[in-house]
């Protein structure tokens, strides 16, 4: 079984990296990384992860918009969507999306990004 392919969506070099490492050593295959909205939806096209890591504060569309126009692709992939702030913070807008769920960014684990693939 060929291991889950993510995107990293977050204007934080250092998250990325972090991330990339923490998703890595679980097993997923990282197969880009972007750092605004435009470069992420460019990025899904070209790189049609299952999954993508999506951080909520992006500067130039949030991730709430990213998310939408993702839902629209083709191939669409499972959104969770991230940030350093709670998901308290979100809550209603978070519902209203077509976004699988949400993680805080000091939760991220590869067991918990995959549990958002399972019954994809």
Known sequence: MAPPTVL???????????????????????V???????????????????????DVQLPDVDGFGVCEQLALEEAAPVVVLTSSRSESMYRGRLAASSARGFIAKAELSGPALAAFLDGA
């Open 8 to 30: 990293i969506v977050d204007d934080h070099p250092d998250f990325r990296t972090f991330a990339r490492s923490l998703l890595e050593a679980a097993g997923f295959e990282v």
């Open 32 to 54: 880009g990384v972007a750092e605004d909205g435009a470069s992420a939806l460019t990025a899904v096209r070209a790189a049609k992860p299952g999954l993508v890591l999506l």
